[in-house]
């Protein structure tokens, strides 16, 4: 039976049939699922969502009242759920300590980006030139990116972010391989795992190397025959990587299968849904988030939250609970991303609050009631009483560059 309820008559065991009103006022992918985890209900509870569409044939029905033992309840029901549930698609992230300030992790992870550089290009170099790609400094590099994350995602990921057309190529790597991580541990996945992951992320583009420059420059639409040159580079760089000793399953995995969509409309093999593995799944998701939001030859890189809502609408290009789970992971308004508040002030997420998706931290810089700027100010959303509407196109007022997402 369908029964609507307010938000806050949500109880963990119900099943959510629909969440009225756009994707990106709450953070779920999907709009009908089981109601199992704390921090999901907490989110539903906090977004702008009021009222809620649950079906009692298929879960919990509300109660006639909620009193303090039916909290305490859902508390000891949350804790089995984190603690004992399995590592299924995005329901229990896997706990990385206490998180790092982000001011300070952006320092450690500057020095990591830029000595990463050399690494990255020389691993490159050498596919290039059809040598035997040595991957001993990248395994060196993959534990140092690790640590990072693991210590605070979002300061690696938003300094990775900043790339120019010149270093796109191995910041690409660097980023798809931080975000790798980070979803990994958002999956629940093992530090091993984590550190595959890590790998993967970083080699899933070598065969590009197998692509002519003047092809993966092109600022004009590709030819047919260009189009799938750049298009073999998935089979070549498994190629180049079966010939390392050692190379992990999921870099192999990865580089191959990273291309491939759930409705079987990918390439190389167009494999479908289930035939795709979870890391191949996971790279498809990072890869593509981190192109469209990086300027290229061809094309502006788009605003974060734009560029979750796009990947949002590609029905059938992603799996949806890899998805969910990275959309957890980096935040439904990623740092970087321009936001409209409640106030009418314009504001760039400078900092995630990962256990509430809905309340980063930001800087306003502009009021769209009197069209003019403001000096920037840092509002943390979680100790105001102002709000975030929705994501903003800061083209719309004239904006052409948004204010740098330092603290």
Request: with cysteine; net charge negative.
């Amino acid at each position: 039976m369908l029964k609507s309820i307010a938000t806050e008559q949500l109880r963990l065991g119900m099943y959510v049939h629909s969440i009225p009103g756009a994707w990106i006022n709450h953070p779920f992918w999907r709009k009908s699922f089981k109601l199992e985890n704390i921090e999901d209900l907490q989110a539903l509870r906090a977004s702008p969502i009021r009222e809620i569409l649950i079906d009692t044939a298929k879960g919990r029905d509300v109660t006639p009242e909620h009193d303090a033992d039916d909290d305490e309840e859902d508390g000891d029901v949350a804790q089995v759920s984190v603690v004992d549930a399995p590592a299924v698609h995005g329901t229990a992230p896997r706990k990385s300590g206490v998180r790092t300030d982000t001011s300070q992790e952006r320092e450690r992870a500057a020095r990591i980006i830029s000595s990463s550089k050399s690494t990255v290009l020389h691993m490159f170099a050498e596919a290039r030139m059809g040598k035997t790609v040595d991957v001993k400094d990248a395994a060196e590099l993959v534990t140092e990116i690790t640590a990072s994350v693991s210590r605070n995602a979002d300061a690696l990921i938003s300094l990775a972010r900043l790339k120019t057309t010149d270093d796109y190529t191995y910041m690409h790597s660097v980023a798809v391989c931080a975000m790798m991580i980070s979803l990994a541990h958002q999956l629940g996945l093992t530090h091993e795992q984590a550190k595959q992951a890590g790998m993967a992320g970083l080699l899933h583009d070598v065969g590009k190397m197998s692509v002519p420059l003047d092809i993966l420059n092109k600022p004009a639409k590709l030819t047919a025959e260009e189009f799938a040159s750049v298009r073999s580079h998935t089979v070549a760089g498994h190629a180049i990587l079966q010939q390392i000793d050692g190379i992990g399953e999921a870099a192999l995995d990865v580089s191959l299968h990273h291309h491939e969509k759930i409705d079987g409309s990918g390439y190389p093999f167009n494999l479908k849904a289930e035939q795709i593995s979870i890391m191949a799944k996971m790279g498809a998701v990072c890869d593509v988030y981190d192109a469209i939001t990086s300027n290229r030859p061809y094309k502006a890189g788009w605003d974060p939250a734009r560029s979750i809502r796009h990947m949002a609408g590609s029905a059938g290009h992603f799996d949806a609970s890899t998805m969910e789970a990275f959309v957890k992971a980096i935040g439904i308004y990623p740092t970087g991303s321009c936001v409209l508040m409640q106030s009418g002030r314009l504001a760039v997420v400078v900092d995630q609050r990962p256990d509430h998706l809905l309340t980063p931290r930001v800087k306003v810089f502009y009021s769209t009631l009197t069209k003019m700027p403001q000096r920037p100010e840092i509002v943390d959303l979680a100790h105001a009483s102002d709000k975030i509407i929705t994501y903003a196109d800061p083209a719309k007022w004239g904006i052409r560059h948004l204010p740098n997402t330092e603290l």
